[in-house]
């Protein structure tokens, strides 16, 4: 019976009947690769986009005339149309089919990343920047469950984190061409560059068909009445813990990770006084750390189980951030941004491989782009935050202070059941 058929699948029913025999087959199909590389190509967009407005803040501030807390918020003002992109694209690609609703996202975001360029006011690009996060919101969550279904089951883990590797190359990118875009055609320029990803989308969405997990279950459901059913993510106490355990996980991953990577170029600026070529190359290092991570967390989740892995590298994070902030010496910063990176952002693909075995395919998407944009939503603040007690103590202790929330993260494993190489329902 399908979850559309009858809307108490859920988690603690799952746990309780014969688990699924895990699936044993290791070999990758080719419409798997390319369904990751796809899913990556759409994450590396996001990565580069929201980072080239960490370099661009200072250029942006002083044409527009913005104060502080106004070009922090532009990354919150885009995380937020994020969440309404991640429940508008997610429903649609639970309904519709992961790879057109993919396309569709990348594109919209496209679009209003390169009109980013032509703002002339603070309301402007707030605008535009609020429409791009729409497009962010929906790729995330729909890039992971087509390369979650698209896998075989013990190799899961390392499917969607190699998605999430396609931020850390977006991300690298930025970090690469941002000083001399900046240098030669201005933060206008940058944002221009961002409209490229439409046309990449189009290229691959012509090769792709959709996963035979959605197709199967959209035969199943011929004739039957077209809904999502959003109550799935609460069915009983033990689903809604679940659910609970990974916002509290993406929350924490999303104000960690925008609240060091938003205000990093500035602490090195700021502090140091490294140039925006030498903060740009520091940053770089910081990234490599965290594609590194990025791989082994998918190796550790696919090896040790998902809880494992997050365990380790949520200890790690905790104590490589309060370490990190406490550097002085330009070797060090280099290597213990590294490192910092690794733990802090490794766990990143670790969220799709979790909430695409967490919740069935009639809602796997809306699921993925829900839960992580929420959590991404309140994570925004970060940039905000971080400013705040900035001003009274300083980035580098408000960046050493980030040190806590993986804490919190570690706890929130408990509420979360580990359904490692279980064949997705």
């Known amino acids: 019976m399908s979850a559309f058929e009858d809307e108490d699948v859920s988690i603690g029913t799952r746990a309780e009947a014969s688990p699924k025999?895990?699936?044993?087959?290791a070999q990758v199909s080719s419409y798997g690769k390319k369904a990751v590389v796809a899913s990556s190509l759409g994450y590396a967009?996001?990565?580069?986009?929201?980072?080239?407005?960490?370099f661009a803040l200072s250029a942006i501030s002083a044409e527009l005339h913005l104060g502080h807390t106004q070009a922090g918020s532009l990354a919150t003002i885009t995380l937020f149309g994020a969440v309404l992109g991640g429940v508008v694209f997610g429903m649609l690609a639970d309904r519709f089919g992961r790879v057109k609703m993919l396309t569709y996202s990348v594109v919209f975001f496209a679009v209003f990343t390169g009109l980013t360029a032509v703002a002339t006011g603070f309301t402007e690009i707030a605008v535009f920047r609020f429409l791009a996060g729409v497009g962010i919101g929906g790729e995330f969550g729909i890039g992971m469950t087509l390369a979650a279904e698209s896998w075989p089951a013990r190799k899961r883990a390392r499917a969607t984190a190699m998605v999430g590797l396609?931020?850390?190359a977006g991300v690298l990118l930025a970090a690469l061409v941002s000083a001399p875009v900046l240098t030669h055609w201005g933060w206008r320029g940058l944002?221009?560059?961002?409209?490229?990803?439409?046309?990449?989308?189009?290229?691959?969405?012509?090769?792709?068909?959709?996963?035979?997990?959605?197709?199967?279950?959209?035969?199943?459901?011929?004739?039957?009445?077209?809904?999502v059913p959003l109550k799935l993510l609460v069915a009983d106490?033990?689903?809604?813990?679940?659910?609970?355990?990974?916002?509290?996980?993406t929350t924490v991953q999303n104000f960690g990770y925008y609240g060091i990577m938003i205000w990093l170029p500035t602490y090195l600026e700021d502090r140091f006084g490294y140039s925006l070529t030498k903060s740009s190359a520091w940053t770089a290092v910081t990234v490599v750390g965290m594609a590194?991570?990025?791989l082994l967390f998918g190796q550790l989740?696919?090896?040790?189980?998902?809880?494992?892995?997050?365990?380790?590298?949520?200890?790690g994070a905790a104590v490589?951030?309060?370490?990190?902030?406490?550097?002085?010496?330009?070797?060090?910063?280099?290597?213990?941004g590294a490192i910092m990176g690794a733990f802090a952002n490794g766990m990143i693909g670790g969220y799709g491989v979790l909430m695409a075995e967490l919740y069935p395919t009639a809602v796997r998407s809306t699921a993925q782009n829900i839960l992580f944009n929420v959590g991404r939503a309140i994570g925004g603040l970060a940039p905000v935050v971080v400013a705040l007690v900035a001003s009274s103590l300083g980035l580098g202790t408000a960046i050493g202070m980030l040190a806590v929330i993986y804490v919190l993260d570690m706890a929130a494993m408990l509420l979360i059941p580990d359904r490692q190489a279980e064949q997705l329902d």
């Open 21 to 25: 025999p895990p699936d044993d087959s």
């Open 301 to 315: 989740a696919d090896r040790l189980g998902r809880r494992k892995a997050f365990w380790i590298f949520q200890c």
């Open 237 to 249: 106490s033990r689903t809604t813990r679940a659910t609970i355990g990974v916002l509290v996980l």
């Open 191 to 227: 944002f221009l560059i961002g409209a490229v990803p439409a046309v990449v989308a189009i290229v691959f969405r012509s090769r792709l068909h959709e996963p035979d997990t959605f197709t199967q279950f959209k035969d199943a459901q011929q004739g039957r009445p077209q809904k």
């Open 292 to 294: 590194i991570g990025v």
């Open 166 to 168: 396609g931020w850390q």
């Open 320 to 336: 490589s951030v309060l370490a990190y902030s406490q550097l002085v010496s330009p070797w060090a910063l280099m290597i213990g």
């Open 45 to 54: 967009m996001d990565g580069f986009d929201l980072l080239i407005l960490g």
